[in-house]
Nanobody
Framework: QVQLVESGGGLVQAGGSLRLSCAAS????????MGWFRQAAGKERDFVGG????????YYADSVKGRFTISRDDAKNTVFLQMNMLKPEDTAVYSC????????????????????WGQGTQVTVSS
């Protein structure tokens, strides 16, 4: 059974850093572009960033550009989200997701373009 499991969330002060991990199992991980999304309480799920299946390109929401970095380690079937200079408005449940289409480098930011989701990990940034 295919699964995505996020970890690394927690409570951090504004200006601090966290590194989230998303471990995948049961699928040819390296064939898929991966995305990170977040959902704050009472709000819709928002795109955070993505990394193409071959790891050559990353793309980010304007709100996190320059502060967050996505990387992947296909040998470990894991994608990472390094979050620096965190702000209280970054507080949310962060989830990783796999693009529905294999071997696609097209940038997509809609949740509907992603077919499998992890359970999410809570990130709380205090002011």
């Amino acid at each position: 059974q295919v699964q995505l499991v996020e970890s690394g969330g927690g409570l951090v002060q504004a200006g601090g850093s966290l590194r989230l991990s998303c471990a995948a199992s049961g699928r040819t991980f390296s064939a898929y572009t991966m995305g990170w999304f977040r959902q704050a309480a009472g709000k819709e799920r928002d795109f955070v960033g993505g990394i193409t299946y071959d790891g050559t390109r990353t793309y980010y929401a304007d709100s996190v550009k320059g502060r967050f970095t996505i990387s992947r380690d296909d040998a470990k079937n894991t994608v990472f989200l390094q979050m620096n200079m965190l702000k209280p408005e970054d507080t949310a449940v962060y989830s990783c997701a796999i693009r529905k289409l294999a071997f696609s480098s097209t940038f997509r930011t809609s949740p509907s373009d992603f077919g499998l989701w992890g359970q999410g990990t809570q990130v709380t940034v205090s002011s």
